[in-house]
């Protein structure tokens, strides 16, 4: 049964940072292609930020590049997002998401598998 489990959220100042976690089980996480997704209150679930199943590869949404770093971990089958410089907009529920497809993808629905969501709230 595959598992990913999100984690690092909560309430932040404007101009803060927060780190989240994203913890797999279940499926061969070193061959899987990793994103974060975002959803805030009353809009659509959107793609942040994707890494290739090396970490060699990452790619961001233009909103969150420059203050957003995604990396993973493939010994701790964990992947993470550092977010730094972080504005009211980016108040979400964050969601992880692995897929198989090697190429870069940024809908959701190319996405096999999802978290249960993490809170992060900014305050301005």
């Known amino acids: 049964q595959v598992q990913l489990v999100e984690s690092g959220g909560g309430l932040v100042q404007a101009g803060g940072s927060l780190r989240l976690s994203c913890a797999a089980s279940g499926l061969p996480f070193s061959s899987y292609r990793m994103a974060w997704f975002r959803q805030a209150p009353g809009k659509e679930r959107e793609f942040v930020a994707t890494?290739?199943?090396?970490?060699?590869?990452?790619y961001y949404a233009d909103s969150v590049k420059g203050r957003f770093t995604i990396s993973r971990d493939n010994v701790k089958n964990t992947m993470y997002l550092e977010m730094n410089s972080l504005k009211p907009e980016d108040t979400a529920v964050y969601y992880c998401?692995?897929?198989?497809?090697?190429?870069?993808?940024?809908?959701?629905?190319?996405?096999?598998?999802w978290g249960q969501g993490t809170q992060v709230t900014v305050s301005s």
């Open positions: 890494i290739s199943w090396s970490g060699g590869s990452t």
């Open positions: 998401a692995a897929t198989s497809r090697a190429a870069i993808v940024t809908r959701r629905y190319d996405y096999n598998y």
